[in-house]
């Protein structure tokens, strides 16, 4: 493109874009508009920019010129700043600035520079002119109404299959060159593409899974959720630990095992967790797919909880030896009399620990341990007769206050209402009568 052919802007257009601007715009800051119009036979589209002067007049000018043939944009009295947004001088249109002094990237000339740069987003005035050009006709730029029209044609010009795509009602794939040089080239792709085109139409779909279900004959959702889930895994630094396990295609089949299995990343990644600290050969497929992941979650993590605990207990020998003088002390306070449940005393701090570990909540850290030794609280476990062994409600009382401070199950939750009953109409009042016995015998 030369300059020294760049022609005013209309009377018509410089109309019908200050019209468009007292109808859409705020009339606050720097706005942007574009038209169509020829410069020696190209199709170019003009970026003017508008902004007030005072309180009735409006100022507009010719900022930038994109053309579909040019490799380069001229661009005129505006700025780049590199983080999506532009500045404009307006000296010449009379706004004062320091010193009476205009800015730098206001000169009035016109310069080249690359073409992705100074293409500020603008609603283009007359969008239908580019369709009136002979080479543009059936380009189906009105129907595809894309971001930037010119850089549409641009790619219509390469790949005149665009026409084919945005007429099938995929236009969203207008962009990829990966989809538009497969179209060109492979005709079973095109009628690949009419086959599946209500699904591609009403679902998102990546291009790459959009190419690789054309080429596996896999279903388009699944290989969307892999490449989602995929997604979700290499964002969630926790989710390491899998990563590291399951490289490339094995992630499919990783993907494949939970949903049959019913479980989902986050507890799988306990499983792995509890395997590695029990040293198991997680290169084996039984290890790493056991059929029946519930049971074999559960054995590993009632395994890892048990060897964490003893670990513990080695390494805190004389906590252990206190917790144990003092739950010897208060174990009068369990109860297994006239009901579906029974109520124990943790006798160690690796108690604690499986029982946190199993019912995945915090009394096996924060310091519960060092509550009991200080003879501030006690934890109890509530148990149902039939399955004494397997933990099922945590609670915890204060030997200050003789109230239960906390009640919880399973990740936190609130037990059932007949737990409740239970452990605040039962076995509390028996465990408050028990203390003051024992609290008489010491006196005695």
Known sequence: MNANYIKPIPKKIEKRILAYDAQHADNKGLRFYAYLTTIRRELVKITVAVRNKGKRERLIKQVSIHGVYADQCLVRDIEYNYMGGYRVGWFAEGIKYPYNLPPYYNDGKWYAVEYKYFNPWAPVINPKFAVTLPQFRYSAVDIQDPPCIVTYLRAYLKYPQLEYLVKAGLGKFADSKLILEKIGQDKSFRRWLMANREELIHHYYYVDVVLRAYRTGKPLATLQAYREAKIKLSHDKQLNPICKLFKGTEREQFFDYIAAQGTNANTYLDYLKACLYLSIDMSLPKNRFPHDFKYWHDMRIDQYATARAEADRKAKQELYDKFARIAEKYLPLEHDKRSAFICIIARSPADLIREGEMLNHCVGRMNYDMRVIREQSLIFFIR????????????????????????????????SDDVLHYVNKVWLPYANKTLKKLAAQEAA
Do not use: A, I, M
């Open 384 to 415: 149902t007769k039939q399955h004494p062994d397997t933990p099922f409600v945590t609670v915890e009382y204060s030997l200050q206050s003789h109230k239960v401070l906390q009640c919880y199950g399973e990740h936190d939750h609130r037990p």
